[in-house]
């Protein structure tokens, strides 16, 4: 099986953009101190719209993946992330083909 990828793209709230930061900058840093499986987790912001953020994640396989979304810290840090996002996060996942 490849590699499981997402692509999320999130609008902060109207002043929310730091505390988004903030909590996405832990969460990377948490990542990958903890998640060894954890490829690729990194936040984009738009440089046209400050309030657009992209997040690409790679995850070496399905179990990768399903570790991440039950490790404590993403239940923890998830809700708040959520809260400074304005409407719904796009989410899409993709496979490695190399």
Do not use: N, W
């Amino acid at each position: 099986m490849k590699g499981k990828s997402f692509i999320a793209e999130l609008r902060a709230k109207p002043g929310r953009g730091p505390e988004l930061i903030a909590l996405q900058a832990e969460l990377k840093r948490l990542v990958f101190e903890r998640e060894p499986d954890a490829l690729v987790y990194e936040l984009f912001q738009s440089d046209e719209d400050p309030d657009l953020f992209q997040i690409v994640a790679t995850f070496r396989d399905d179990a990768a993946f399903d570790h991440h979304m039950q490790i404590d810290f993403h239940d923890r840090l998830v809700p708040p992330i959520l809260a400074c996002v304005d409407g719904e996060m796009k989410l899409a996942f993709y496979r490695s083909l190399g």
